[in-house]
């Protein structure tokens, strides 16, 4: 077992889970150095975050609780996430191709930027 996995199964636990949740929610710090975190904090924070909104996501849907027996589960389940949320958010989003184009006077240059100036702000 690797210092990561080890770190995983911390992370995991109901202990250090309902303490980050306490800890976002009262706003109080995790460690005793609030800057300066060493990789190994950032790595245990980055997998609280991350057992969380599993944990979330499995209250909220049916889903089976075989996901979080393997670290395999747990992240193919969340590779999938966010590869189903960038598919629906690319079909969500307007194909800016299809949008019929002004006609321009010959000679003049399109600008998404628009200048306004008002009357009496120039001096003289």
């Known amino acids: 077992m690797t210092i990561t996995d080890k770190i995983r199964h911390l992370a995991k636990s109901p202990y250090y889970q309902v303490l980050y949740n306490q800890a ?4 109080f710090p995790l460690f ?27 209250a909220s849907k049916d ?3 075989k996901i979080t027996s393997d670290f ?3 992240d193919a389940y969340m590779v999938y996430r966010r590869e189903s949320a960038l598919e629906k958010k690319d079909s969500d989003a307007p194909n800016k191709s299809n949008k019929p184009q002004k006609s ?12 306004k100036m008002r009357k009496g702000k120039i001096k003289k």
């Open 24 to 27: 976002e929610r009262f706003d």
């Open 32 to 58: 005793i150095n609030n800057r300066d975190l060493t990789y190994l904090q950032l790595l245990f924070l980055n997998f609280l975050q991350f057992y969380k909104v599993l944990f979330e996501e499995m």
């Open 63 to 65: 889903m089976s609780s």
């Open 72 to 74: 395999i589960y747990e």
């Open 104 to 115: 321009l006077k010959p000679g003049a240059v399109r600008s998404d930027w628009t200048v």
